[in-house]
């Protein structure tokens, strides 16, 4: 069973910043594209932040600047760097891993979430 195990949500003032972080089984983290999606309360799922082996990012508009998706091949881990922190980013964080053409099982897999909450 695939599964991606996140880490490092919690409660931060405004302004502050948080690094969250999603390990993957070393099959999938080598052949997916991994990513950051957020679902706040009432609205849809959204995506924050993606990145290919490549190297290629790709980042939602409301985070350019902002927060920073990098890979560590040695630990199979993506991480998202989140600064300068606003209320509205606070929601639900999942870690994606999408197939791009090759596949390991299904093409799409999704951590559980974690909570990121920006208040004072």
């Known amino acids: 069973q695939v599964q991606l195990v996140e880490s490092g949500g919690g409660l931060v003032q405004p302004g502050g910043s948080l690094r969250l972080s999603c390990a993957a089984p070393?099959?999938?983290?080598?052949?997916?594209?991994m990513g950051w999606y957020r679902q706040a309360p009432g609205k849809q799922r959204e995506l924050v932040a993606t990145?290919?082996?490549?190297?290629?990012?790709n980042y939602a508009d409301s985070v350019k600047g902002r927060f920073t998706i990098s890979r560590d091949n040695a630990k199979n881990t993506v991480y998202l760097q989140m600064n300068s922190l606003k209320p509205e980013d606070t929601a639900v964080y999942y870690c994606?891993?999408?197939?791009?053409?090759?596949?390991?099982?299904?093409?799409?897999?999704w951590g559980r979430g974690t909570q990121v909450t920006v208040s004072s």
């Open positions: 990145l290919t082996g490549a190297g290629t990012t």
């Open positions: 070393r099959v999938i983290f080598s052949i997916y594209r």
């Open positions: 994606n891993a999408h197939s791009l053409g090759v596949s390991y099982g299904a093409d799409d897999y």
